[in-house]
């Protein structure tokens, strides 16, 4: 341990320190990207507002996509009840599972895109509303998978047994990104079905 | 395998921290560091990198509007075709417009700003070690770098950089057939963006984090210094609004890169119907001044914070209205997020929609107003010693008045539709947000200098800096207002193709002279800044006999800041000429306990629970 963490650890027990920083940090990141999805569905609104706007049905496989999202985060909450009782065999299990459904998952909306595709709703050279669902469902994507490789560094930390009772912090960060990419997959999906 | 786990888990958490521990190599202190003092510097030299490149741009356009007729020629060393028979090739000149501003807005005064100043002061002032994770202040810094080193090379491009303006407004920056810039000139500028993006969200985020979380025994939000303030509400700010501005320019980039039709539609050119069909070049101006308004902020609120710091220290008097301080920070901060339309009046809104947007504009004016009375309240009868840091806090108090007046003329919608895009909106932002952040700046880095390099700047060739460039800049601006009354529009190349205004040439040779003088003073300072790193009166560990934390760390603060203990925090930070007391200032870290004679009322009661807590075997 260096220096300086030994002086930190000893001041650590100060008044002010209400949460942990890293924990805390990711909310605020968890803020800004709360902001790029309340910034582009609000653009989506207006622009809808405007007319002009061509009307096709959701892939049926979001349906399915959604609840296998929901799953893997079921997964990733067993896991942390497995966590806190130092269950470190389940511990994997769980966190694996919870990888192969968040890969399950890209996969399915990749087969949404390639079904949309086929019913000639296109990215580009189409109408925006067209535009809007690529781009609402590509973000989201490329956020997951941040959180699909943030699950790979939790799974190699639980394969050392870094991961227990005592020493939650980096799971429970984990868990809460995934959780958080999860509602906001639930927030996307019930938007574009009212919206449409 | 569990339990053996156990013991050792403290280390492997750790693990990553251990480089800290041994003597550090020349890249990992100077270069590739995780110090904020260093990253503070970082962040200044490249601010000031920037500050004479885009200000060197405003000579070449000033050059262009105040001698239209003259012979360019001798520019061509270094503009080379840019000059086309002695004259300025027009485009480039909007080139250098749009450069100008997004340099001056965004690397000057967010990063060169708030990259300084909430990187160097935070932790000082707070009594924190470091900021919350020295590692993504690096990536900071490095992302910072990265989209300056894009934006840099894209100056260089034969197309030109972006030259759509630094709003970049499609169709204009969406299609390259409209102007040269719009090509791989606007490409770059929207990868540099997005770094640049990047950087400030991972700074913003270290920097609430710090405050909210780092901050010594004793320093409670009400006894945080208004400098900590204004810089974590300006976090807040670049957190909820660079996020729109990526949004934004998502969606540009899709649009001029991959097909889509968000912002165009039904666009002729030469003849030929483009593609896109449905899209709304509107749409794209809520997303911008969702962040463009708070962006204003960002780049002011810090500037506010460093003066009241520095009016207060050398007026040797309590900052006045601490809590309305905060309190107007608080109100600016809420209600530039919902002003942004105020900047599209002219796009045909719905008027009922234009009258909410000017009432929430001119509603500003009130937090704004409470702020420039509790400076004028706060120098009042002061014992004022005008140190340069403070004759520039004064001056950013006098440009943020003149500017902010005219701020409630544009504000009115009816009033807004003669002015708009004239030179009356170039004197008003150029006032109340340019100058007045660029003297915040300069009043910072004559203030802490002392702290940041250990040696004092040359106080004569402050003076001298400040008069010149106080004058020089009202002379640059003020007569700005005549032109843009007179119906003069912005980012015009020339003004001679039209007899209403060539009565405004003499004006606009007078402006450029004075902006020519005013650029050179600014050679000064930068002489005097570098020449004090190297050759400066060393400095005493508190110069200014001020209160705040980061003046009981030595002299040249080493990693850590404290060598021993993070001082505890007692009071609030403005006990100046208290009454009783032996000096006229009292720092933070000094009990009530050892300044009996002058405690007030109510700090009698805390002392007593002061003194419990010593006492108590307990106490941390």
Known sequence: MSTRDEIESVEDNGVSLS???????????????????????????????????????????FLYSTIV???????????????????????????????????????????????????????????????????????????????????????????????????????????????????????????????? | MATVDLQIHSHEVHAHDHHEHHEQSFIRKYIFSEDHKII?????????????????????????????????????????????????????????????????????????????????????????????????????????????VIMFVSIFIETGPASGGWVIYPPLSALPQAMSGSGLGMTLWLCSMSLFIVSSLLGSINYITTVINLRTKGMSFLRLPLTIWAFLITAIIGVLSFPVLFSAALLLIFDRSFGTSFYLSEIYIAGEALHNVGGSPVLFQHLFWFLGHPEVYIVLLPALGITSEIIATNSRKPIFGYKAMIGSILGIAFLSFIVWAHHMFVT???????????????????PSAVKAFNYIATLWRGNIVFTPAMLFSIGLVSYFISGGLTGLILGNAALDIQLHDTYFVVAHFHLVMGTASFFGMVAGIYHWFPKMFGRMMDARLGYIHFWFTFIGAYLVFFPMHYIGIAGFPRRYYSHTGFDAFSTFTDLNQF?????????????????????????GRKASSNPWYSNTLEWTTPVNPGHGNWPGEVPTVYRWPYDYSKVGADDDFIPQNVPLSATLSSNLEHEKDLQKVEQIDISSPNAQ
């Open chain 2, 511 to 535: 402006i450029s002279v004075a902006a020519f003088l005013t650029f050179a003073v600014q050679f000064l300072f930068l002489f005097n800044f570098i020449y004090s790193i190297f050759k």
């Open chain 2, 348 to 366: 045909g809104m719905n008027p009922f929609l234009g009258s909410i947007f000017m009432l929430l504009t001119l509603v500003i004016a009130v």
């Open chain 1, 69 to 196: 999202l929901l799953m893997s985060s079921a997964t990733m909450h067993w896991g942390y009840v497995n966590a806190k009782n130092d269950e470190l065999q389940k511990l994997k299990i769980a966190i694996g599972s919870s990888l192969f459904l968040g890969i399950l998952f890209l996969w399915m909306q990749m087969e949404g895109w390639k079904e949309l595709v086929s019913n000639n709703i296109f990215f580009s050279f189409s109408n925006p509303s067209e535009a809007f669902l690529y781009v609402l469902t590509g973000l989201h994507a490329f956020h997951l998978v941040s959180g699909l490789i943030f699950i790979i560094i939790v799974l190699i930390s639980s394969f050392k047994h870094n991961i227990h009772a005592k020493n939650l912090a980096q799971y429970e960060i984990c868990l809460t990104y995934w959780h958080f990419l999860d509602g906001l997959w639930l927030y996307l999906y019930i938007f574009l079905m009212i919206n449409r």
């Open chain 2, 40 to 148: 503070a510097k970082q962040f200044l030299i490249s601010g000031m990198f920037w500050a004479i490149l885009g200000g060197g741009m405003s000579m070449l356009f000033r050059l262009q509007l105040g001698f239209p007729d003259a012979n360019l020629d001798w520019l061509k060393p270094l503009l080379g075709e840019w000059i086309e028979n002695g004259k300025m090739n027009p485009e480039f000149y909007l080139a250098l417009v749009t450069m100008h501003g997004t340099i001056m807005v965004f690397f000057v005064l967010t990063a060169g700003l708030s990259g300084t100043f909430s990187n160097f002061l935070i932790p000082l002032q707070i009594g924190a070690r470091d900021m919350a994770s020295g590692f993504l202040n690096m990536l900071s810094y490095w992302f910072f770098f990265a989209s300056s």
């Open chain 1, 19 to 61: 949460m942990n920083p890293k924990k805390f940090i990711l909310w605020l990141f968890i803020v800004s990207i709360v902001m790029i999805f309340v910034s582009l569905t609000s653009a989506y609104i207006v622009r809808q507002a405007e007319g002009n706007w061509k009307l096709f049905e959701l892939p049926s496989i």
